[in-house]
């Protein structure tokens, strides 16, 4: 009964193996690998892969109102303050309560989400000024208004200035 | 073709999974914080309480109807799927009926006037 089938089976793969020999060229099969390989190497193109551990690609000047993550600031800008644009300078405490907006990223087109933290805790810092309010909602919407002092739930309300962090793609 | 179909299929699925995190962050996580751990007594925090709320009819509809979640700039959909998502991460384990589109419809045409006296009562039932 094994024999029978193992035989069957040994002629149908003879076959199969003639046949593919008479019809396809070496060539065929060079091409199909060459498939498999540019597909396996396309794979950590998709966007399942690169969202996991892309490094975040920017242009343009941090300390200038310009700089994309500022599209919808309000406030002295902390990079011009002894900080950067993500963390607060030395002395001042960041705010965990937060305006959330979204701002469309130059280097690469793509809009992320930004978290504008205000640092506070010291006097207003007075350097670097910047007002663009790209998607600001008037303050009967609070959520989304950038004109409120957002230093809640730090020691102090005291604003010195604002940060722009990165929190990542906008999925929505 | 079929590497095209399957490009395609996964800038969907991508593009589903992440629809409800990426609401979360836009409209919640600026109060709320990215860990849910808010700034109480102000700003509550998300976690298996969410789970006490979803699983009674009032708390469903205090959940739906608190300003935050009624008034976000999202459809009644995205807030279903994005209120889903908040159980499961913020409550894990917990069997909690998930919210339909039409539940949240009904919900958020009623205003909840009070907010902060209904989640007292609420919780006043748990303790």
Known sequence: MDNVFLKKLDQWVTGRTVTSARNLSRRNFISRLGQVLVGTALIPVLPVARAANTPLSEIGDPQSCEYWRYCAIDGFLCSCCGGTASTCPPGSEPSPVTWVGTCENPADGKRYIISYNDCCGKGGCGRCFCNRNEGDKPAYYPPKNNDINWCVGTKTNAYHCSTAVVMGVDES | ?127
Not at chain 2, 23 to 37: E, K, Q, R, T
Not at chain 2, 63 to 75: E, N, R, T, Y
Request: one cysteine or more; proline letters at 7%.
């Open chain 2, 1 to 127: 073709m079929r590497f095209a179909i399957f490009l395609t299929l996964s800038f969907f699925l991508t593009d589903a999974e992440a629809d409800p995190r990426s609401h979360y962050l836009i409209h919640c996580m600026g109060c709320h914080l990215v860990d849910g751990a808010g700034v109480p007594p102000e700003v509550p925090t998300f976690n298996h309480d969410l789970a006490f709320l979803a699983g009674t009819d009032e708390g469903r509809r205090y959940l739906v109807q608190v300003p935050g979640a009624a008034q976000s700039p999202i459809d009644d959909a995205a807030l279903a799927a994005l209120l889903n998502w908040m159980l499961a991460r913020y409550a894990p384990g917990e069997s909690v009926t998930p919210y339909s589109e039409s539940e949240i419809s009904e919900y958020r045409q009623q205003i909840l006037a009070d907010p902060i006296s209904e989640r007292a009562r609420l919780f006043a039932a748990k303790h």
